[in-house]
């Protein structure tokens, strides 16, 4: 929104007759949206290092792609520590 609109927006709401509780209850709801908005950026700003030439990787990485997966691995889990841990 563009600061035009949100004056508009600020203007209007002034306008209105909110009780402190109907004031209470608009705050909350923009923070909760605000914090999800806030959320969703930040995931889409983690950015994954390229891997060096030279990364040797561990002997339990060795052990889970040189023979069989346990039955109980979880792919999706182990993908998603391994890249958060690369991008730290």
Same mark, same amino acid.
């Given at each position: 929104?563009?600061?035009?609109?949100? +004056?508009?927006?600020?203007? /209007? $709401?002034?306008?209105?007759?909110?009780?402190?509780? +109907?004031?209470?209850?608009?705050?909350? &709801?923009?923070?909760?949206?605000?914090?999800? !908005?806030e959320? @969703?950026? &930040?995931?889409?700003?983690? !950015?994954?290092? @390229?891997i060096?030439?030279? /990364?040797?990787?561990?002997? @339990?990485v060795?052990a889970?792609?040189?023979?069989? $997966?346990? @039955?109980?691995?979880?792919?999706?889990?182990?993908?998603?520590?391994?890249?958060?841990?690369?991008?730290?």
């Amino acid at each position: 929104m563009n600061a035009i609109s949100l +004056n508009n927006l600020w203007s /209007y $709401l002034q306008g209105l007759s909110l009780t402190a509780s +109907n004031q209470r209850w608009l705050a909350s &709801h923009l923070m909760e949206a605000a914090e999800s !908005v806030e959320k @969703k950026q &930040h995931k889409a700003e983690l !950015v994954f290092p @390229k891997i060096p030439k030279d /990364y040797k990787p561990s002997a @339990k990485v060795m052990a889970m792609t040189c023979g069989p $997966l346990p @039955k109980d691995f979880d792919l999706d889990k182990e993908l998603d520590e391994m890249w958060e841990e690369r991008a730290r």
